[in-house]
């Protein structure tokens, strides 16, 4: 099981995972990719504007695709 946390983010949140994270992709809702990271404590997303995003985890076993809001 995969989850964003805080959700709403201000700046930057963390994910929590029971595998290990390969890599994390924000893409905006019409699917451009605007972010890649791999795996990280903290997930800096400060630059992007309010709004919705979608997050694309891809652990060791698979990947999870959530709804990220920013404030």
């Known amino acids: 099981n995969v989850s964003i946390y805080p959700n709403p983010v201000t700046n930057n949140f963390q994910i929590d995972a029971i595998k290990s994270i390969e890599s994390v992709e924000i893409y905006s809702v019409t699917g451009q990719l605007l972010?890649?990271?791999?795996?990280e404590?903290?997930?800096?997303?400060?630059?992007?504007a309010a709004g919705m995003y979608i997050a694309d985890i891809k652990t060791?076993?698979?990947s999870k695709t959530l709804r990220v809001i920013k404030n």
Do not use: C, N, P, Q
């Open 35 to 39: 972010k890649t990271f791999s795996e």
């Open 41 to 48: 404590t903290t997930y800096d997303i400060s630059d992007l």
């Open 60 to 62: 060791e076993v698979g």
